[in-house]
């Protein structure tokens, strides 16, 4: 998908937000903003609102010349799902489809984003499971004959919700994708090794340090995985932004927690899908 016009003092205010977190001068936030601007000027709004998004982030990460703002916010929010996911455990292992359910809760955790919104409630999250859309009956019929599973991660945190998930799964060969390096809260190696996911398969990088996927720059790991996998999970909304126009089909499974990607699923902004996009071929 394409960015908007929309995208633009959206992401104005997220790096806006990453400044006061560096820094309490005035002076340098609006320095850090004007920099900003004339970058705009430089870019195209065909990009996806992931990758347009992403080369702001990273101006702004070089401007105030730190390397990973969130670090102390990816830990905190590791430590806040790891107490949340044991009851949820225990939650979904005694309703009558403990799969369905657990796709529900990993939905639900994609709350747990430093990215559209400065706050969150996950307990709100939690208690409210419903989808928008769901294709789940898709993705039950998809898992019959499938063997290999390729998970696209989203945010440190939110990863211990997707665990939920993948427990489900581990009779597949399943591959986890996560960032090789800091942007915004996204998942990297190290949360993926304190949610202990490698106990379920492989983890890999996308090989770019970019919001969701760069198709085009990404690494040839990641790019085999994508296109070898018989089925393909990706969660948030990077991920959607950057993945729905390719030619690889897809579930996405997310919170749409903007105007733009709600107008492009043609839901409410806030409402979370479990959303099939076949291959360009199959449409």
Same mark, same amino acid.
């Given at each position: 998908?394409?960015?908007?016009?929309?995208?633009?003092?959206?992401?104005?205010?997220?790096?806006?937000?990453?400044?006061?977190?560096?820094?309490? $001068?005035?002076?340098?936030?609006?320095?850090?903003?004007?920099?900003?601007? $004339?970058?705009?000027?430089?870019?195209?709004? $065909?990009?996806?609102?992931?990758?347009?998004?992403?080369?702001?982030?990273?101006?702004?990460?070089?401007?105030?010349?730190?390397?990973?703002?969130?670090?102390?916010?990816?830990?905190?929010?590791?430590?806040?799902?790891?107490?949340?996911?044991?009851?949820?455990?225990?939650?979904?292992?005694?309703?009558?489809? %403990?799969?369905?359910?657990?796709?529900?809760?990993?939905?639900?955790?994609?709350?747990?984003?430093?990215?559209?919104?400065?706050?969150?409630?996950?307990?709100?999250?939690?208690?409210?499971?419903?989808?928008?859309?769901?294709?789940?009956?898709? !993705?039950?019929?998809?898992?019959?004959?499938?063997?290999?599973?390729?998970?696209?991660?989203?945010?440190?945190?939110?990863?211990?919700?997707?665990?939920?998930?993948?427990?489900?799964?581990?009779?597949?060969?399943?591959?986890?994708?996560?960032?090789?390096? %800091?942007?915004?809260?996204?998942?990297?190696?190290? $949360?993926?090794?304190?949610?202990?996911?490698?106990?379920?398969?492989?983890?890999?990088?996308?090989?770019?340090? @970019?919001?969701?996927?760069? %198709?085009?720059? /990404?690494?040839?790991?990641?790019?085999?995985?994508?296109?070898?996998?018989?089925?393909?999970?990706?969660?948030?909304?990077?991920?959607?932004? /950057?993945?729905?126009?390719?030619?690889?089909?897809? !579930?996405?499974?997310?919170?749409?927690?903007?105007? @733009?990607?709600?107008?492009?699923?043609? @839901?409410?902004?806030?409402? /979370? @899908?479990?959303?099939? /996009? %076949?291959?360009?071929?199959?449409?």
């Amino acid at each position: 998908m394409k960015s908007e016009a929309h995208c633009i003092p959206c992401v104005i205010h997220q790096c806006q937000r990453i400044v006061q977190m560096v820094t309490d $001068d005035p002076d340098r936030l609006l320095q850090v903003t004007h920099k900003l601007l $004339d970058r705009i000027q430089e870019l195209t709004l $065909d990009e996806p609102p992931s990758l347009f998004t992403s080369h702001l982030l990273l101006e702004t990460y070089a401007e105030l010349g730190s390397d990973d703002p969130f670090v102390q916010v990816r830990r905190q929010m590791n430590e806040l799902a790891a107490k949340a996911v044991e009851p949820t455990r225990h939650k979904i292992a005694r309703t009558n489809d %403990p799969l369905h359910t657990a796709i529900h809760y990993a939905a639900a955790g994609n709350i747990i984003d430093s990215g559209p919104r400065a706050s969150f409630d996950l307990d709100a999250a939690l208690a409210n499971l419903l989808f928008r859309r769901d294709d789940f009956t898709l !993705f039950r019929d998809k898992l019959h004959g499938a063997e290999t599973i390729l998970y696209l991660l989203d945010n440190a945190g939110e990863i211990f919700f997707d665990r939920l998930l993948i427990e489900r799964l581990a009779g597949f060969r399943l591959t986890m994708v996560v960032k090789p390096g %800091p942007i915004l809260n996204d998942a990297i190696l190290s $949360d993926a090794e304190a949610a202990g996911l490698r106990q379920f398969g492989s983890v890999i990088t996308t090989g770019t340090r @970019v919001l969701g996927v760069d %198709p085009v720059n /990404s690494s040839r790991e990641f790019q085999a995985a994508l296109e070898e996998a018989d089925i393909v999970i990706a969660k948030g909304h990077a991920n959607f932004e /950057s993945l729905v126009d390719e030619e690889r089909d897809a !579930f996405f499974l997310l919170k749409a927690k903007c105007p @733009v990607v709600a107008g492009c699923l043609r @839901v409410q902004e806030g409402d /979370s @899908v479990f959303y099939y /996009s %076949p291959a360009k071929a199959e449409e």
